[in-house]
């Protein structure tokens, strides 16, 4: 697990600003960095050893037979099946590293080795006898990956801050990511605010040749199976056994680490049973496990982890270390901004962050998480709300206007009033604009009308949801509207928001974290299941909850839903208020050009009165008011 840094350009003097880049990724890589040049080629990592701790492991890494050389940052959990393969050709390793199994397995296969591939990656392969730089994102987007091509140059890396310094591409913003992190607090896709820097896509690879640094069109080498032939199994207990089976495959491979690992523990579902399961297939151990405490969130509608993460540790016979959250949002909030590269806004990144410190403070290089548990198994509540599809088909359009009204003027503190708001908000609408509508926080016109006249101008034909529609043309034989929420879960939410701050807070202090659910075969199995069985009756994650019967405490498995976040509407409309009152003055948006100033404030003193539910939109504007001021504004990067 490391940072990575590639560079091809027209002229070797393009290549002068490439260890200033890789040093903003020193964060990611405390344990080494290697920076290799030839021609017009720069390759640099910064390396957090995991595996193969000794030199061999070194990166970037070289196989002087075939001409390659490689930057990788991830894990390839079945390597070492893939090493027995490559040793029957007539491959000889060095190492125990995973890289240079990756390294052997192109010379092998070329670009076909994505196909055998179960990891967690990013990584730019150069090589020489064809001068061609070829680059690959995991199929899930577990690792980050963003990338400029301009002026005859080509660059990536892992994080968005180490393209800056080499100048490649101007600062100009795009404008429909400005709207979609307001929109989402994420932005899907490809775009980032800056117009000029991408970011590659999940299960996607990029080859450029260095004559003519031309890069190809980002080819798609894996798409979910949604849509695909249905699993068919005798009966529940089939099922049950099967996703048993394929959980415990996956939890097993995550565990090949060189160094001492631990996992989250929230006391919900998802990371109480892989960390049960971790201790069915090693008994005698005595794993680490950490949890948050003092989020005091009753009021935001999710209820305090603490006492089921005690009662899981308790039962399966963990050590449980109790990070206290920090409460000093507003010393840390550009920190975090600077971390997660992008204006995001959701307070959780700051649970993994301060969660992977305590975990590096004790020794401890890797976290296993339950990230994913939801978006593959159905675990939101906007998966429940589609349960009212018949009855809003059926409702004519004025009167579900008529019922958001009414809902719109009760207090908004309430979060039972929050939730029928937003499940009415898009009522009205047709059954694809409900379903993407579910993901959004504002209303489009009310986002429109935040913008000055010039930007509402250039934004007049942007419509958030179109992504999420366009995507869904790809699944075309899939039936199941649950599967169309979640193929949205897993294209959108997961690897452009939760996979993209769980990757950066905890690589901020060096933790990789993996995720056992988005093993490769338990996704395939997820995605082919009947959805009967991950949404049953208004029940969420019934299959995976009937798995964890044979594991957890039945008040563990069937607790109320809470999210790994904090208190937001508290922070807004009262700890960060003085910030917002600095850091959103009408004198700072007038300068900024971007913002109608009365809209705004508007906004703002509406949420603070309770009249609205708006806390999250003011949070998303102080993200990106952080952004600017450290990311657009700044000439010089720090790290």
């Known amino acids: ?185 994420w932005c899907p896709g490809e775009r980032t605010a800056f117009a000029g820097i991408r970011k590659l896509l999940p299960g996607t690879s990029i080859k450029i040749r260095g004559d003519d640094l031309a890069p190809a069109a980002p080819r798609r080498y894996y798409q979910l199976p949604f849509g695909e032939a249905r699993l068919r199994k005798a009966d529940e207990g089939a099922w049950i056994e099967a996703l048993d089976q394929h959980l415990t495959a996956a939890v097993d491979r995550q565990m090949l680490s060189d160094v001492p690992l631990g996992f989250f523990l929230s006391g919900g579902l ?107 198994f159905s675990g939101y509540r906007r998966h429940q709300a589609l349960r009212y599809e018949p009855l809003f088909q059926l409702l004519p359009g004025p009167v579900a206007r008529l019922l958001f009204r009414l809902v719109e003027r009760l207090p908004a503190s309430n979060p039972w009033v929050r939730r029928a708001g937003k499940l009415l908000r898009n009522a009205d609408k047709s059954p694809l604009d409900r379903l993407t509508g579910y993901f959004g926080w504002i209303d489009r016109e009310l986002l429109l009308g ?81 959805p009967a069985l991950k949404m049953k009756g208004g029940m969420t994650k019934y299959l995976l909850r009937k798995v964890a019967e044979r594991y957890l405490p039945q008040d563990v498995i069937y607790r109320p839903k809470t999210g790994f976040g904090a208190p937001v509407r508290r922070w807004i409309t009262h700890d960060l208020h003085p910030l917002v009152e600095v850091r959103l003055a009408r004198e700072r948006l007038r300068q900024r050009g971007i913002f109608d100033l009365d809209a705004v404030w508007n906004l703002i003193e509406r949420n603070r009165r309770g009249e609205i539910d708006a806390s999250y939109i003011v949070w998303s504007l102080l993200a990106l008011e952080s952004w600017l001021g450290q990311f657009h504004d700044r000439k010089e990067e720090t790290v």
Not at 74 to 90: M, P, S
């Open 450 to 530: 935040l913008f000055s006249a010039e930007w509402q101008d250039a934004l007049r034909d942007f419509k958030p949801n179109d992504y999420l529609a366009e995507r869904l043309k790809e699944i075309p034989r899939e039936e199941s509207t649950l599967n169309h929420m979640l193929f949205c879960e897993m294209t959108g939410f997961l690897p452009d928001h939760n996979l993209s701050y769980t990757d950066k807070l905890g690589m901020a202090v060096g933790v990789e974290i993996r995720v056992p659910y988005l093993d490769r075969e338990v996704v395939d199995f997820a995605c082919r299941m009947p």
């Open 1 to 185: 697990m490391c940072g990575i840094l590639a560079v091809v350009a027209d002229r070797p003097e393009a290549l002068v600003n490439a260890a200033k880049a890789l040093d903003l990724l020193r964060h990611r890589g405390p344990d080494d960095i290697g920076l290799w040049r030839q021609g017009n080629c720069a390759l640099g990592q910064t390396r957090l050893s995991i595996l193969e701790l000794s030199d061999l492991g070194h990166q970037p890494m070289e196989l002087p037979t075939a001409g390659l050389v490689i930057v990788f940052n991830g894990e390839i959990y079945n390597h070492l099946d893939l090493r027995v393969e490559l040793g029957a050709k007539g491959h000889v390793f060095c190492s125990t590293s995973d890289t240079e199994t990756l390294l052997h397995a192109y010379a092998e296969w070329g670009e076909a080795m994505l196909e055998k591939l179960n990891g967690i990656f990013a990584f730019a392969i150069y090589d020489s006898k064809r001068n061609e730089l070829f680059v690959a994102r995991d199929h899930f987007g577990v690792k980050p990956l963003y990338y400029v091509a301009a002026q005859g140059r080509f660059a990536c890396a892992s994080e968005l801050k180490a393209l800056l310094p080499l100048e490649l591409a101007d600062r100009e913003l795009d404008r429909k990511a400005i709207a979609s992190y307001l929109y989402y607090l």
């Open 270 to 376: 998802d990371s109480s049973l892989l960390v049960a399961i971790a201790k069915k297939l090693r008994p005698d151990e005595t794993f680490k496990t950490f949890t948050i405490e003092g989020l005091e969130g009753s009021t935001e509608g999710f209820s305090e982890d603490l006492p089921y993460a005690r009662k899981v540790a308790a039962h399966l016979g963990v050590e449980l270390e109790v990070v206290r959250a920090d409460p000093a949002i507003v010393r840390g909030f550009d920190a975090m901004i600077w971390h997660l590269d992008e204006p995001q806004a959701d307070a959780a990144p700051l649970n993994v962050l301060n969660i992977s410190t305590r975990a590096r403070q004790l020794g401890i290089k890797v976290l296993i998480g339950g990230t994913a548990g939801d978006d593959l």
